[in-house]
């Protein structure tokens, strides 16, 4: 009877208990939605930070660059200051902005552990 009732309590006390964050944002009809969401919530940092793209040929490029998770893209600020993302993402290793670790396997993943070859990685996307 005891356990069943330990059981209980930890179930009720465990209902607010989330493991993912969840914000929302309302776009009606006839609105962009560039003008509904803020850029923090576009893009992961709050601007273009400097990072380094080691691609799977061994070569190496560095730029300013910032994760857009509205369109699952990597992006940069190219040569003429426009922004634009990264082409043919399937050839990069892996993305260093500040210390934030990213690869690609199908679309972009955040590493938040890792231990050798063993990596724990999260995706931000929008839903709808």
């Known amino acids: ?3 069943l009732l330990a059981v209980a309590i930890l179930f009720s006390l465990s209902k ?7 914000k929302s944002y ?3 009809a006839g609105e962009q939605i560039l003008d509904v969401l803020p ?3 576009i893009y992961v940092f709050p601007a273009f ?3 380094s793209v080691f691609m799977r040929d061994g070569s190496i490029s560095t730029a300013k660059l910032n994760y857009n998770v509205l369109l699952n893209e990597m992006q940069f600020i190219g040569s003429k200051g426009d922004t634009m993302a ?5 050839t990069i290793k892996y993305i260093s902005v500040d210390t934030l670790l990213y690869f690609y396997d199908k679309t972009y993943l955040q590493v938040v552990s ?3 070859s063993f990596k ?7 839903t709808q």
């Open 49 to 51: 930070k400097a990072g």
């Open 26 to 28: 309302i776009v009606k």
């Open 1 to 3: 009877m005891r356990i």
């Open 16 to 22: 607010n208990i989330c493991g993912q964050q969840t």
């Open 114 to 116: 890792q231990v050798d």
């Open 86 to 90: 990264i082409a043919y993402p399937e």
């Open 120 to 126: 724990v990685a999260i995706k931000q996307s929008f």
């Open 39 to 41: 850029l923090e919530a």
